[in-house]
């Protein structure tokens, strides 16, 4: 039996993210230069793209560039801006064909502006499909989008356009790069590390995690497939007990 089949699609995640880490030290194990590592990354995406539509899941985010990635030579980080556009430039007919529709979350306004052009240009060309919003997290970081939203609700607050009482999670949620998403229900990180490093601290809330020592140009289909099988055979209590789940599940 493949793994695919042994999936229940009634019970899948809706919305997964997925930390891609290990590019770097998956090029240098080969004797590689890092970028390598990246640009092997990008099929280990289309893999994972293609298995979440297939399977059914509703979104998918990636953390693709972080706010602290600034920091690394400017020669991966160009790297790594080409990459995303001419990505982007080759996938957009799959896209299409698939019916995904991208979006980003994160400041990309401090992106080169090859790279917010070609983003404005695929994200308006996929805006009306429906099978799967691929969610790109690009010069994201969860401490920057609350400090961010934080602003925002201050002004509307100050502008008496919002009461201090009315801020509720709905307030917060509506107010974060991830307004029109549900929560994560499952975080998948490659490589080994288990940390979360400054991705969607709010919506991870209560997901579920998951951690596995594949480098992320190793990831594929079935390494995903795995993955969501973990997922199902897992109980979310969400802070009630076993025997109330079961009860509910009746
Ligand atoms: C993840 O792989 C990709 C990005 C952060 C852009 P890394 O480049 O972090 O790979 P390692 O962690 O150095 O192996
Ligand atoms: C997190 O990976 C960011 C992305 C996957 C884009 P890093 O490799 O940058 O994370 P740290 O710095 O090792 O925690
Ligand atoms: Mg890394």
Do not use: C
């Not at 160009?78 to 996938?91: A, Q, Y």
């Not at 010069?139 to 801020?167: C, F, H, P, Q, W």
């Not at 020592?213 to 497939?225: G, H, M, Q, R, S």
């Amino acid at each position: 039996m493949s793994l695919k089949s042994k999936i229940n699609t009634k019970f899948l995640p809706k919305h997964v993210a997925i930390i891609m880490d290990g590019n770097g030290r998956w090029a240098k194990k080969q004797g590689f230069k890092r970028v390598f590592g990246h640009k092997k990354g990008v099929e280990a995406v289309r893999q994972t793209l293609e298995a979440a539509t297939e399977l059914g899941i509703e979104t998918l985010t990636l953390f693709a560039f972080s706010t602290e990635n600034w920091n690394r030579p400017k020669f991966e980080i160009d790297t790594l801006m080409n990459l995303l556009v001419s990505s982007l430039k080759k996938e957009i007919k799959t896209f299409q064909k698939n019916n995904v529709k991208l979006q980003t979350i994160g400041n990309i306004e401090m992106l080169p502006k090859k790279a917010q052009r070609e983003l404005k240009e695929s994200i308006e060309l996929t805006k009306n499909n429906t099978k799967i919003i691929l969610n790109l997290a690009l010069n994201y970081g969860a401490r920057e989008e609350i400090i961010n939203a934080t602003k925002i609700i201050s002004k509307k607050i100050v502008n008496n356009d919002l009461k201090i009482e009315e801020i509720d999670e709905n307030i917060i949620n509506s107010h974060l790069y991830t307004f029109n998403l549900p929560n994560v229900d499952f975080l998948i990180r490659t490589s080994g590390e288990k940390r979360i490093s400054n991705f969607l601290l709010w919506q991870i809330a209560y997901a579920e995690l998951y951690f596995t020592d594949v480098l992320w140009p190793d990831f594929n289909k079935e390494e995903f497939y795995e993955a969501i099988l973990n997922y199902q055979s897992r109980e979310r209590r969400f802070g009630k007990t076993s025997e109330q789940i079961e009860n509910s599940n009746k």
